[in-house]
């Protein structure tokens, strides 16, 4: 992990997954009695820490001295094909052209063709409403639901891998379409490096996929709608802005969590609400194209991540749809996720050695036979750009690295002893095994 000096407090403010609507306390044998929660107690309250950098947005802080592996770290579905990355290539699977939702042997495409002309979000609600489900998973433990995104007619659905997490043999997962129809569904594949899955729904036969957009396409400042199921409410439409993008997130997932691990991308930040239950719900444009996936929340106090469940202070993050698309199409075609490596370790620079750079990732460990090593960099050397985008600590390596995919070549500015050089890295994969 990294080390991060900032003002005491910092540690009160929390990037973390948006929680499954969790509904309790109705008696059992009322009306409207509802299980208990599936992860209860599976987001407690980071620990306060006064190095925690609020300026990176995320969460847990992490402990002084750690750092970030960022050969694990450099995954792609997060982002892609530009969106966080200053303009990363387009992966193969993401045409210019074409219809969006189907899954033919080319899987999943984005579209720059309009859903709806001269958009509103009155016109982009009714669009896209039909292409968005709440989903339900019911354990022995208890019962949650997030959101989900229509893929396919015959019921393939993208959500986040935290909302699916919890279902595991006995479990029941059904999808609540927008018509008000239930139907059973199964997991397909999940990624929980970069937090997505895709399930189908069983039966379904006239589902309306989503279109999908092109998050590189996104600018500060447009205006986005978000849709799901916040705290159990079908079909619930807010709307806002993008905030920022290219924002280095990392949150911990249920399951990633358990292993001391954690999700980082370079997030779309809207201040659209987004509350429990929106997880896996699309963040749309005005063209009514998905752009992302509502996947994490800040919120303002640790109090609310142990008691309750925190709702939206305007900061929400979505994970960019040209990321998503090449892992989303893997797990379609029923291979094993892969993520972009850069193969080395760091940390953050406080420019504490002479010469040293105030900001950037500060090289530790390369990797024997990386991409790192094979770039020619070393130890000590300091990232301060990957292509045209500004690394400004070890999160902003991991979030931009995670916007490519392997065999992308890319543009490393690093500082050594004082003087400023470039090397091109040609990115290398973990063939579907995240390192550690």
């Known amino acids: 992990m990294t ?4 003002p005491q ?4 403010e929390h990037t973390r997954p948006i929680p499954p609507y969790q509904p309790q306390g109705t008696p059992p044998g009322s009306q409207g009695y509802q299980e208990p929660p599936i992860w209860q107690g599976s987001y407690p309250p980071p620990p306060q820490d006064p190095y925690a950098s609020p300026a990176l947005a995320s969460v847990p802080p992490k402990a002084r001295g750690r750092k970030f592996a960022a050969a694990l770290l450099v995954g792609a579905l997060l982002v892609g094909g530009g969106a966080g990355v200053g303009g990363a290539a387009l992966y193969d699977v993401v045409t210019d052209e074409g219809s969006t939702g189907s899954t033919t042997s080319g899987g999943v495409e984005a579209t720059k063709t309009a859903v709806v002309e001269d958009g509103t979000v009155e016109k982009v609600s009714s669009a896209v409403l039909p292409s968005v489900v709440k989903v339900n998973v019911t354990t022995s433990q208890g019962a949650g639901s997030g959101s989900g995104i229509v893929l396919s007619k015959d019921g393939e659905i993208l959500t986040n891998n935290h909302v699916v997490a919890g279902a595991g043999q006995g479990s029941d997962i059904s999808v609540s379409l927008n018509d008000g129809t239930t139907l059973k569904a199964t997991v397909v594949g999940t990624d929980p490096l970069v937090d997505i899955a895709v399930i189908k729904a069983e039966g379904a036969t006239d589902l309306t996929p989503a279109a999908v957009g092109k998050s590189g396409d996104l600018a500060v400042g447009q205006s986005v709608v978000a849709i799901g199921s916040p705290f159990g409410l079908n079909a619930t439409v807010t709307s806002g802005i993008v905030s920022a993008l290219n924002r280095p997130v990392s949150v911990g997932t249920d399951e990633t969590s358990q292993q001391g691990q954690s999700t980082t991308y370079p997030a779309i930040q809207t201040d659209a ?6 997880s896996g719900g699309p963040l749309v444009d005005l063209s009514g194209r998905v752009v992302g996936i509502n996947s994490s929340i800040r919120t303002a106090s640790s ?3 142990s008691g309750g469940q925190g709702g939206s202070i305007g900061l929400g993050f979505a ?4 990321e998503v698309l090449p892992i989303v199409n893997q797990i379609l075609d029923g291979d094993t996720p892969t993520h972009a490596r850069l193969g080395l370790s760091v940390g953050d620079t406080q420019g504490s050695r002479q010469g040293q750079p105030s900001q950037g990732a500060l090289v530790s460990e390369v990797e024997d036979g990386g991409a790192a090593e094979e770039a020619g960099l070393r130890d000590g050397d300091v990232i301060t750009k990957v292509d045209d985008e500004v690394i400004d600590g070890s999160e902003s390596l991991v979030a931009t690295i995670r916007g490519h995919r392997p065999g992308d070549d890319v543009t490393i500015t690093y500082v050594r002893d004082g003087r400023t050089a470039t090397t091109q890295a040609d990115l290398g994969s973990d063939a579907g095994t995240p390192a550690s």
């Open 3 to 6: 080390e991060h000096n900032s």
């Open 9 to 12: 407090g910092a540690g009160d």
């Open 273 to 278: 609400a987004i509350n429990p239950g929106n």
């Open 303 to 305: 109090s609310s991540l």
């Open 319 to 322: 994970i960019p749809m040209d």
